[in-house]
């Protein structure tokens, strides 16, 4: 089975906006179904205001529910990246002390937030012989 999440994030409205983001999540949407044989209805598309974090993490475990070997899976983020201080004391630390996060649409810095070590996890659970291609077009990823 092939799966895909596609987000991509403008920011409209807020100070930080961006151009091309949503532009670029339908972009993939399209070459992944006419170039790479992904089924309509086993690909999702998450965009600015709806792009929130429970939504972003449903969206995840959506991808990686019923995984199985040879299975194709896609994840795309277009939106804005940074760092944040480890504030998870029981996981890895970076030798750096910061985390890579992504910056959904409601993020506020505490738990609205998705971090490197949320993707570590939800992607770590996958079985072997899943391909799995994560595209992060932000900072920091």
């Not at 944040?84 to 506020?108: C, K, N, Q, Y």
């Amino acid at each position: 089975m092939k799966k895909a999440l596609l987000c991509g994030l403008n920011y409209p409205n807020q100070p930080h906006f961006l151009r091309g983001c949503v532009n670029d999540m339908m972009l993939w949407n399209a070459v992944l179904k006419e170039n790479y044989g992904f089924d309509a209805r086993n690909v999702r598309t998450i965009a600015d205001d709806a792009a929130t974090t429970d939504k972003i993490t449903e969206g995840l475990a959506w991808l990686v529910r019923d995984a199985r070997p040879d299975d194709v899976l896609f994840f795309q983020f277009s939106g804005h990246g940074t760092q944040m201080i480890t504030v998870d004391f029981d996981a890895d630390i970076e030798a750096d002390g910061l985390d890579e996060v992504i910056v959904p649409s409601d993020m506020d810095w505490r738990e609205r937030v998705i971090r490197d070590n949320d993707f570590a996890r939800i992607f770590g659970q996958l079985p072997s012989g899943v391909r799995l291609t994560v595209l992060l077009d932000c900072c920091h990823s």
